[in-house]
C-alpha cells in the first residue's frame, strides 16, 4: 500500500529559503560568466601574418576576480610563457618563437572566450640593389615566391634592423649630402615614417632597446663619433661616460636592456656599459664588433684579436659579467702562432649552441670564411661548411634555431654577385634561395 508523506510547515519555511538561496546564485554565477566579455585581443581574431615573437594580449570588460578558475588563459598548440593580469588587461608573454606558418587558438576557459590568428611563414630580409642601384631592404619568403621591396629611399640604405618584436623595422636612409638619417617601416613595407632626422651628420648602426620602446644608434658628426638613443616617441639624448659622449661603434645591448657592448673608438677594446649608472669598463686587448649576448643571460661574446709578433688571429672570447670572469672559448694558440680568424658569434634562440665564421691564417694567407658550431662552453666543436671555393657571411639563427641564414660569394670574385643560403642544422643540407643580397636576418 502506497505511503502518504505529511509536509512538516515549519520544515519546509526552513528548507525553501536555503535552496531558494542556492538556486539564485548558481544564476548568478552562471549570468557572471556569460556577461564577461573580451573587448579587444592582440593579435586581432582571424588576424593574419603575425609575428612570430607576437605578445599575445586581451582586454576584458571586467576584471577577473582574484579567485578565477586557472588556467585563465590557455594557448594551443601549447606554448609556455609568461601570463600577466594587470585590471581587465592580460598579456601573455611566449617564453620561446612561436612556429612558423601555424594557426594558433588562445582560449579563456573560465568564461568561454577564445579567438585565433596566424603566424607568418618563414621570411627573410635583405639588402639588394634595385633598378636605379640603390640599395633598398627586400624581403623573400623562404617557400620560393618573388622578393618583395620594402623600402624606396630615394638615396638608398645603407643598415637596418629589426624590432624584437618583428613589427618594424628602423633603417638607415642615405641624404643627398651622404649623410644618413633614422627611418621606420612597418614590416610589410607600409607607413615608413622619419624617426630621427640628422641634419649635418649620418645616424646609422642603430639597434633595438629589448622592450621595443626605442634604438641606440652611432651618430657621426664632424670626425666626432657618439652613441645616441632615440625613443619611438622623439626624444633623444646622447649616452654619457664621465659626463662626455660615448665614443664607441657596433652597439649590442643586453636582453635585460641594462648592459652595452660597443667597440671603444679610441682604444679599439670592446666597452661594456652600464645604462643606468651610466659607466663603463674597457675589456684587456683589442676585439672586433660585433659582440653578441646569450639570451636571458648577462653572458656576451667577442672577437678577441691576438698577437704574436708581425702575424695576428681572433679567438672568441667569453665575457660573464655575474661571475665577473672572462674565457677564451676559441684561438688558444699555446705560445704558437695564431692560425683562425673567428668572428660573428651567434647564439642560438636557447642559448645552448654558438655558430660563427672562421678562416684560416697561414704565414699571412688567408682562406674563404666557413661556418662552425660549439655548445655555450665551447666545446663540440665542428664544421658546417667546408667549401673552399666559397666565402660565408655572418650567421643568423631562425627564431626556432632550427635554421642559420648567411650571405655567401665565389671566393675567386670577391666583387661578383652576393647570394643567399639556408642551412639545416638538423640534417646539414644546404640550399640557395632566388634572390642575391647582403646582410640578410629574418623576420621573425
Do not use: K
Not at 639588402?127 to 621591396?149: C, F, M, N, R, S
Not at 636571458?296 to 681572433?314: I, N, P
Not at 662552453?377 to 667546408?386: E, H, K, N, S, V
Amino acid at each position: 500500500m502506497a505511503r502518504t508523506l505529511n509536509h512538516h510547515p515549519r520544515l519546509l519555511r526552513r528548507i525553501w529559503p536555503a535552496a531558494l538561496a542556492l538556486a539564485l546564485c548558481g544564476i548568478a554565477v552562471g549570468l557572471l560568466l556569460r556577461g564577461q566579455r573580451l573587448v579587444a585581443s592582440l593579435p586581432r581574431d582571424g588576424a593574419r601574418d603575425v609575428s612570430t615573437r607576437a605578445t599575445l594580449r586581451a582586454t576584458l570588460a571586467r576584471a577577473p576576480a582574484a579567485e578565477a578558475a586557472a588556467p585563465i588563459l590557455v594557448l594551443e598548440p601549447a606554448v609556455e610563457g609568461e601570463l600577466r593580469v594587470e585590471g581587465r588587461e592580460l598579456t601573455f608573454v611566449p617564453a620561446e618563437a612561436l612556429a612558423p606558418d601555424t594557426t594558433y587558438t588562445v582560449r579563456l576557459p573560465a568564461w568561454g572566450l577564445a579567438w585565433r590568428f596566424t603566424t607568418a611563414p618563414r621570411r627573410v630580409l635583405y639588402l639588394a640593389p634595385d633598378a636605379e642601384g640603390l640599395w633598398q631592404i627586400h624581403a623573400l619568403e623562404l617557400q620560393g615566391e618573388e622578393p618583395v621591396a620594402l623600402t624606396a629611399a630615394p638615396w638608398g640604405v645603407r643598415d637596418y634592423a629589426v624590432a624584437p618584436d618583428g613589427e618594424a623595422i628602423a633603417y638607415a636612409a642615405e641624404r643627398e649630402d651622404g649623410g644618413h638619417d633614422l627611418w621606420l617601416v612597418a614590416r610589410d613595407g607600409g607607413d615608413p615614417r622619419l624617426l630621427q632626422g640628422c641634419p649635418g651628420a649620418s645616424c646609422r648602426e642603430a639597434t633595438w632597446l629589448p622592450d621595443g620602446s626605442g634604438l641606440v644608434y652611432e651618430r657621426h658628426e664632424a670626425g666626432e663619433i657618439a652613441l645616441w638613443v632615440a625613443t619611438l616617441d622623439g626624444e633623444t639624448r646622447p649616452l654619457l661616460w664621465d659626463q662626455e659622449p660615448l665614443a664607441a661603434t657596433a652597439p649590442r645591448l643586453s636582453p635585460d636592456g641594462r648592459w652595452l657592448a660597443a667597440l671603444c673608438a679610441s682604444t679599439g677594446q670592446m666597452l661594456l656599459y652600464d645604462m643606468a649608472a651610466a659607466e663603463g669598463d674597457l675589456i684587456p686587448g683589442q676585439a672586433a664588433p660585433p659582440a653578441a649576448w646569450r639570451p636571458r643571460g648577462t653572458v656576451a661574446l667577442m672577437s678577441y684579436v691576438q698577437w704574436l709578433g708581425e702575424s695576428f688571429g681572433m679567438g672568441l672570447l667569453q665575457v660573464d659579467l655575474d661571475a665577473g670572469e672572462l674565457a677564451l672559448l676559441t684561438g688558444d694558440t699555446a705560445g704558437g702562432p695564431p692560425l683562425t680568424e673567428d668572428a660573428y658569434p651567434a647564439w642560438s634562440p636557447d642559448g645552448e649552441w654558438v655558430a660563427f665564421g672562421r678562416r684560416a691564417v697561414m704565414r699571412g694567407a688567408i682562406s674563404p670564411r666557413q661556418l662552425w658550431l660549439m655548445d655555450a662552453q665551447g666545446q663540440g666543436l665542428r664544421p658546417l661548411t667546408a667549401d673552399d671555393s666559397t666565402h660565408h657571411g655572418a650567421p643568423q639563427w631562425s627564431p626556432d634555431g632550427r635554421l642559420l641564414l648567411y650571405s655567401r660569394h665565389d671566393w675567386q670574385q670577391p666583387e661578383g654577385p652576393l647570394a643567399l643560403g639556408v642551412l639545416e642544422l638538423a640534417t646539414g643540407d644546404e640550399r640557395l634561395l632566388p634572390a642575391a643580397g647582403n646582410w640578410p636576418s629574418w623576420l621573425p
